[in-house]
T-cell receptor, first 109, second 115 residues
């Protein structure tokens, strides 16, 4: 079983749609959690950190459920520019970031 | 502020040859990481430097891979001899501190193709 598992997708949604991505992690010692975004043939870039209380950044909302070892990312009012691969990333105290395979989102006009 | 820079952006070599990838982290970032993504797989951790010291090299696939960070500034990752399965994108990342809130800033990656 992979340490970090994500919905593989792809997700194909129309502009304006709301879409949610799920991620589960297996290491209960994981300390911090992030969503990164990766555009085609580009490097991953931090989208947002995920806090225990949940956090929102504009159209993006991240949630963490430590008991279930589950992280989610909700995108509201999808834009064409949101098309990318979204990577769930989990850090342990050991200083290592573990990546999920990524979920590909395509937003269509 | 300059980001993480990597060189070369793309390298095509034959099996058995040697390739050296270079990473310049963000100035002042003590923590430097190498990751790679091979075709169809997730991004995987290779190793972590704190300044010039290897903090964790548990992800290095085998002894054909050698990473160095002399002087605690830039780092090199050498693959010798390269095999077909080494093809992929090698990402370097850096962070100023290491604590549970630290996130990584990635370079654009070095794409390695072994023929």
């Amino acid at each position: 079983r992979k340490e970090v598992e994500q919905d593989p997708g792809p997700f194909n949604v129309p502009e304006g749609a709301t879409v949610a991505f799920n991620c589960t992690y297996s290491n209960s010692a994981s300390q911090s959690f992030f969503w990164y975004r990766q555009d085609c043939r580009k490097e991953p870039k931090l989208l947002m950190s995920v806090y225990s209380s949940g956090n929102e950044d504009g159209r993006f909302t991240a949630q963490l459920n430590r008991a279930s070892q589950y992280i989610s990312l909700l995108i509201r009012d999808s834009k064409l520019s949101d098309s990318a691969t979204y990577l769930c990333v989990v850090n342990t105290n050991a200083g290592k970031s573990t990546f999920g395979d990524g979920t590909t989102l395509t937003v269509k006009p | 502020e300059a980001g993480v820079t990597q060189f070369p952006s793309h390298s095509v070599i034959e099996k058995g040859q040697t390739v050296t990838l270079r990473c310049d982290p963000i100035s002042g970032h003590d923590n430097l990481y190498w990751y790679r993504r091979v075709m169809g797989k997730e991004i995987k951790f290779l190793l972590h430097f704190v300044k010039e010291s290897k903090q964790d090299e548990s992800g290095m696939p085998n002894n054909r891979f050698l990473a160095e960070r002399t002087g605690g500034t830039y780092s090199t990752l050498k693959v010798q001899p390269a095999e077909l399965e080494d093809s992929g994108v090698y990402f370097c990342a850096s962070s100023q501190d290491w604590d549970r809130l630290s996130f990584l800033t990635f370079g654009a990656g070095s794409r390695l193709t072994v023929l």
